[in-house]
Structure formats: structure tokens, C-alpha cells
């Protein structure tokens, strides 16, 4: 949702009102448009009816709390961008949160100036990929399939096949593995996928845990693909390429 400036609008959920008032101030100084609620049942309400741009959601409300509430958008397809915004700082919670389906997660206390550079950075990778998507669909539906080994991935369809059946991935898992796809046989650093998959840098934790969670639902179906290179990052690559990288590897003594 946009209004008829094209300001970018921005969904704040904080139940302290101070919060809400400094980060819904800093946003309209830099051109966004802002509407603002302390609860979670009120902002859900929010969210369905005026379909902003972007969600600022504080994770401890009275009543809803932030992650249960960004599981229910996104439970009812709701793709908004969603940056978490939370006193709690544990690795474990960072995960949970970018795991429901979060694009973000900033610990108070914060920057203004900081938060308002990660808006940015999420709505200019959401407009990224819509922009690609739609480029590919005028230009033919099969420069719009990616293709390695036994592995399909649709991106005008969002559908994914290994072996011709079905494989369901969450968007995150999508755009991660369409990034590795892209770069068939090229061993990408952690610091490569969450820049160009998460749109910023954050814990490399996140990504050894979406590498996990594609691993799980790929190897069932075929022989590995996702191989990690020790210290430095990930290569998707066809079963025998693998072989060949392995056979190429000296021993260890």
C-alpha cells in the first residue's frame, strides 16, 4: 500500500508509545508514511485491512506477541517485509524470528538512522525481486526456469521439483536456493548469500540454518547437492561435479 505520493507505508507495532513516536518520526523525516499500533491483535487488524508496505514489530507486546503475529500473516499468505524489533538479543531468537518468515531483526537499544537504512534495504530488495520476476515473465516463461542436475526451479510459478515431484519451500527458502542456482558450481561465501538473499549482513548462523533447512527436504529425494567448503561458504553442485571437486581434494594427514 502506497499512498497517492508513493510514499513507501510503514506499519509500527511497539506497545511503548515513546518508541512508537521516535521511530514513526524518524520514518516520515526520511519519506515514508507511518501508522502506528501497540498491540498485536489491533496491528494483525491493521495489516489485513491496509496492506502496508513494510512492518516495524516489536517482538514482547501485551497480547500478541511479534512472532506469533508474523506466523499468522504469513499462515494467510501475507508476504509483507517484516523487521522485528526487540530487546531480546539471543542468537536463538534472531533465528526463530527470520525463520517465521522475519526480513530483519534490530535489538534495542538502535540507531533511528540505522533502522531507517535497513527499511530501505528490505523494501529495495522486495523491489528488486518483484522487478525480476516480472522481467522474466515478459520475456518468456522458460528464461524464467533455473535448471541443475535433476533440480527445477520456477520463479515466474514460485514452484521447485527435484526428480519431477513437488518439493514446498518457504520464500526465504526459495530465494536462497534460487541464489545458489544462479551460481551452479561456485563456492558463494555466507557473507555473498546474505547479502544478496537477506538483503543485509546478519548472524552467519541464519544461514547455516536455511542451508539446513533446503538439505532436508532436498537429500530425500536424490543424492546432495548443497555442499559447504569449510571456512568459507556453500556450492550447489551436480551429483558428479561433486565427485570430481571431492576426488581433486588432497588427503588430510
Known amino acids: 500500500m502506497s499512498d497517492q505520493t508513493n510514499k513507501p507505508v510503514v506499519l509500527v507495532v511497539d506497545d511503548e508509545r515513546n518508541i512508537r513516536d521516535l521511530v514513526g518520526v524518524a520514518l516520515r523525516f526520511h519519506g515514508f508514511e507511518v501508522v502506528s499500533a ?74 533511528v538512522e540505522a533502522l531507517v537504512a535497513r527499511a530501505r534495504a528490505v523494501l529495495r530488495r522486495g523491489s528488486r525481486q518483484s522487478s525480476s520476476s516480472t522481467d522474466q515473465t515478459l520475456t518468456g516463461a522458460d528464461q524464467a526456469i533455473l535448471s541443475v542436475a535433476d533440480l527445477e526451479l520456477d520463479e515466474a510459478r514460485w514452484e521447485v521439483r527435484r526428480g519431477g515431484r513437488p518439493v514446498e519451500l518457504s520464500p526465504t527458502e526459495f530465494r536462497l536456493l534460487a541464489f545458489l542456482m544462479r551460481h551452479p558450481g561456485q563456492v558463494l561465501t555466507k557473507a555473498q548469500l546474505l547479502e544478496n538473499v537477506w538483503g543485509f549482513g546478519t548472524q552467519s548462523q541464519v544461514v547455516e540454518t536455511y542451508v539446513s533447512y533446503l538439505r532436508r527436504k532436498l537429500d530425500p529425494l536424490g543424492p546432495p547437492l548443497i555442499h559447504t567448503q569449510r571456512g568459507v561458504g556453500y556450492a550447489l553442485r551436480p551429483p558428479h561435479d561433486a565427485e570430481r571437486q571431492a576426488d581433486r581434494l588432497p588427503d588430510l594427514p
Open 38 to 111: 501497540a498491540r498485536g491483535y489491533e496491528a494483525l487488524e491493521l495489516a489485513r485491512a491496509g496492506a502496508p508496505d513494510l512492518l516495524v514489530l516489536d517482538v514482547m507486546l501485551p497480547d500478541l506477541d511479534g512472532f506469533e503475529l508474523c506466523r499468522r500473516l504469513r499462515a494467510q499468505g501475507d508476504d509483507v517485509p517484516v523487521i522485528f524489533l526487540t530487546a531480546r538479543d539471543a542468537p536463538a531468537d534472531t533465528v526463530h524470528g527470520l525463520t517465521l518468515g522475519g526480513d530483519d531483526y534490530v535489538t534495542k537499544p538502535f540507531s
